[in-house]
């Protein structure tokens, strides 16, 4: 079984400001990691994901995230947020066997100007 | 080019109706999959396909959650004798089989029981 913790529902930062949105999970078996962004009344798209390799992955819009084995986590950063970037937050962890993806609960990021 | 289409976006049911949802995942992906959401949750894994074969319905919350996919191409969830608890957020979404950890997502339909 496998799990992901969100650990802030709700983060509000100034824009411009740097942002960290953490992200924990438990699994017993070596897992995948993915980040999607979700916009009011738009499907889940995938930010960056973790696979394999270099435990810095990061997406075109300037986040990145970091696969820390030892601490279970897979923290998203960036170091200074635009108001286009307020949005739900969702990590995910899958199984390089399985298919599904687990969910966590998600972090609303608002960017005040 | 065309992402994952969903139909139709909200749907209002009568508590004891039927519904049903249809996916229309981007042509070519293989593997197709079935999500719920609950209002201020994450989304929760229901069913998987690959092409036809339904290899994955661990997820599906009771015998009245139904899927198909009987062509291996355009999906359908219907959910029998709807409850007030079925209210939620219904994704799908679709991958290609040699990289089925990116799945991409449709905008999701809306379902309300009343």
């Known amino acids: 079984a496998q799990s992901v913790t969100q650990l802030d529902s709700q983060v509000p930062v100034f824009e411009e400001a740097p942002v960290e949105l953490r992200c924990n999970y438990s699994s017993s078996v070596s897992v995948y990691l993915f980040w999607y962004v979700q916009y009011p009344n738009q499907g889940l798209q995938l930010l960056l994901k973790?696979?394999?390799?270099?435990?810095l992955v990061k997406s075109i819009n300037g986040f990145e995230a970091e696969f820390n084995k030892s601490q279970t986590s897979f923290h998203l950063r960036k170091p200074s947020v635009h108001i286009s970037d307020t949005a739900e937050y969702f990590c995910?962890?899958?199984?390089?066997?399985?298919?599904?993806?687990?969910f966590g609960e998600g972090t609303q990021l608002t960017v005040n100007p | 080019g065309a992402g994952v289409s969903q139909s139709p976006r909200y749907k209002v049911a009568k508590r004891g109706q039927d519904v049903a949802l249809r996916c229309d995942p981007i042509s070519g992906h293989v593997s197709l999959f079935w999500y719920q959401q609950a209002l201020g949750q994450g989304p929760e894994f229901l069913t998987y396909?690959?092409?036809?074969?339904?290899?994955?319905k661990s997820g599906l919350p009771s015998d009245r959650f139904f899927a198909e996919r009987p062509e291996g191409s355009v999906s359908t969830l219907k959910i029998q004798r709807t409850q007030q608890e079925d209210s939620a957020v219904y994704l799908c979404?679709?991958?290609?089989?040699?990289?089925?950890?990116?799945?991409?997502f449709g905008p999701g339909t809306r379902l309300t029981v009343l």
């Open positions: 973790y696979l394999s390799g270099s435990t």
């Open positions: 979404a679709s991958s290609l089989r040699r990289d089925r950890n990116e799945q991409f």
């Open positions: 995910a962890v899958s199984q390089p066997s399985g298919s599904r993806l687990t």
């Open positions: 396909f690959q092409n036809e074969a339904q290899l994955d």
